[in-house]
């Protein structure tokens, strides 16, 4: 009997579990909605995912490099541009300017020059004509020397020659000193030239004729001197305050202030050359020092008729005869029994022989000297200019030993026409407390520096160490004086009791401004602090 619903009465009810698998649809139909309109991630979504959260693990950092600035960017952009069409300061007021600066106890004993570095005109002056201890600052007026040495592109040749016979190599000591031990790298300064490429060359040569067993000899007589000098502290190699003198070293192995440089460099690359063509299948013997066969021909620079002129640019090989044996140069032909020299052209070049005795095996090329000028400024590396100005003196037909390069140095800054009366130097690095120089001398060799006729020179004053930024100066004007940061170059000289700073500074009008101070009987920290505010106080007063 079928049953009839009763009028009044409800259908079947809802049970808790249809409730439930109801429930679990609605939920998954409205996901899905969110999920097409990117509202919720899902398979559906058309979005890309956002990128990862970055983890705790970081990469290796490396430091930005900063370029040197010119003198046209070495301030902030707002500030006018140095073609000369600013105001000069007046003598006034940068007298007024450095009043309570020159106040200080710590210059209660100094020399101090502010000179216009467009026009070279004197603004200060105080105690200007004193000799003192320059310390660092002698570099100055080395490296005003050598750029009347060199040529302005010039480089120094490594080279390895034939000797007397097929098994014997011959490896020229040629003045480069920042010889990468492995292959050269063209965009460095140091090591621009590598000792692994030179091997390479000298190796493949010899397998070309057949030789695989060589005696090994360097020829030592370019430039030939002492390695330390005497009046130089007996600490002051093996502390790194400066390497040994040597006409061939290792960029690697330059000395800085507690890591001591080899101290006979000449030796160590001669050990690492051997090493390396032994690396390359030839049995290498080393020869006796000082023993090395004649290498007829050698186009390497001899010291020139005319102490004036330059010698001939080098394509590495050196003269087997030009040196003396004290380590001088020895007096080439036209000079007179008291030194002058008669007025003749500079020693002529040979040419290397294409094949046999003397013929060049390899040859490798440093940065030009300009470059390792302005690396030796930057660093205040005392050896790397003591070697660039030793071959300088050289090529001009003077002698080597410290004393003599110095007397170089101060006779090459008077034929620039420089007033050199009473200076004195005893190296051309600074070292010696021998020493005199005028702080006047100094700004006027920087006012040269700037007259863009001297390019060597040029090259080198934009390689002084930057005020909180490079060298020497990397710590320096980074606190009160921090007007000076980033726009004062300078040369810092530092001995006991001696300290100086000397270079050029962009004040607020956008002036190129010159100075020099020079401070005697202080404590190095109190020096340092007293003539970087005398340097802030001349960028920022505008001073006119």
């Not at 192995?253 to 390396?276: C, M």
């Not at 004040?507 to 010159?514: K, M, N, T």
Request: charged share 15%; with cysteine.
């Amino acid at each position: 009997m079928a049953h009839e619903t009763q009028p009044g009465r409800r259908g079947p009810r809802l049970t808790y579990g249809m409730a439930a698998v109801w429930s679990v649809v609605a939920i998954v139909l409205g996901y899905a909605v969110l999920d097409v309109a990117d509202a919720a991630p899902g398979a559906l979504t058309v979005r890309p995912l956002p990128p990862p959260a970055p983890t705790e693990t970081v990469a290796t950092r490396t430091l930005p490099s900063v370029p040197q600035p010119t003198l046209s960017t070495s301030v902030a952009p707002p500030l006018p541009s140095l073609a000369g069409d600013t105001v000069a300061p007046s003598a006034a007021g940068i007298e007024q300017a450095l009043a309570s600066v020159r106040a200080l106890p710590a210059l209660r004993d100094s020399a101090l020059v502010v000179r216009d570095g467009q026009t070279g005109d004197v603004l200060l002056d105080q105690g200007g004509d004193e000799l003192r201890i320059p310390a660092s600052t002698t570099k100055l007026l080395s490296a005003a020397a050598i750029g009347q040495t060199f040529a302005p592109d010039e480089t120094l040749r490594t080279v390895v020659r034939e000797g007397d016979t097929p098994d014997e190599i011959v490896l020229v000591a040629g003045g480069d000193s920042l010889l990468n031990p492995g292959t050269g790298d063209p965009d460095a300064v140091a090591g621009r030239a590598g000792l692994r490429d030179l091997a390479g060359q000298v190796a493949t040569a010899l397998k070309g004729s057949g030789t695989t067993s060589v005696t090994l000899y360097v020829d030592e007589t370019y430039a030939a001197g002492p390695t330390t000098a005497p009046t130089w502290a007996s600490t002051f190699r093996s502390s790194g305050i400066t390497g040994a003198v040597a006409m061939l070293g290792l960029s690697s192995q330059r000395a800085h202030g507690g890591a001591p440089g080899p101290a006979d460099p000449v030796a160590s690359v001669r050990s690492a050359f051997a090493r390396q063509l032994e690396g390359r299948g030839i049995d290498v013997r080393l020869a006796a020092r000082g023993q090395a066969p004649g290498v007829p021909g050698s186009p390497m620079p001899t010291p020139a008729a005319d102490a004036g002129a330059s010698a001939a640019p080098s394509d590495g090989a050196t003269p087997s005869d030009g040196a003396s044996p004290s380590g001088g140069a020895t007096p080439p032909e036209g000079a007179t029994p008291d030194g002058a020299r008669a007025p003749t052209t500079a020693a002529a070049t040979p040419t290397a022989p294409a094949s046999g005795p003397g013929a060049v095996l390899g040859s490798v090329e440093s940065a030009p000297v300009r470059e390792q000028l302005a690396l030796a400024l930057t660093d205040s590396d005392n050896a790397l200019t003591e070697i660039l100005s030793r071959q300088a003196a050289y090529r001009s037909g003077a002698g080597t030993d410290f004393a003599e390069v110095g007397a170089w140095v101060v006779s090459q800054v008077a034929a620039l026409g420089l007033d050199t009366a009473g200076v004195t130097l005893s190296d051309a690095s600074g070292l010696s407390r021998e020493n005199r120089v005028r702080a006047s001398l100094l700004s006027d060799v920087l006012v040269l520096g700037y007259d863009g006729k001297h390019a060597v020179l040029r090259r080198a004053l934009d390689g002084l160490p930057i005020g909180g930024l490079t060298g020497t100066l990397a710590d320096r004007f980074t606190g009160a004086q921090h007007d000076a940061a980033g726009r004062a170059r300078a040369k810092t000289g530092t001995l006991t009791g001696a300290n100086a700073l000397a270079g050029s500074v962009v004040d607020d009008d956008g002036r190129l401004l010159v100075f020099v101070g020079m401070v005697a009987g202080v404590g190095t920290n109190d020096a340092r602090a007293a003539l970087d505010r005398f340097v802030a106080a001349i960028a920022s007063c505008g001073c006119r």
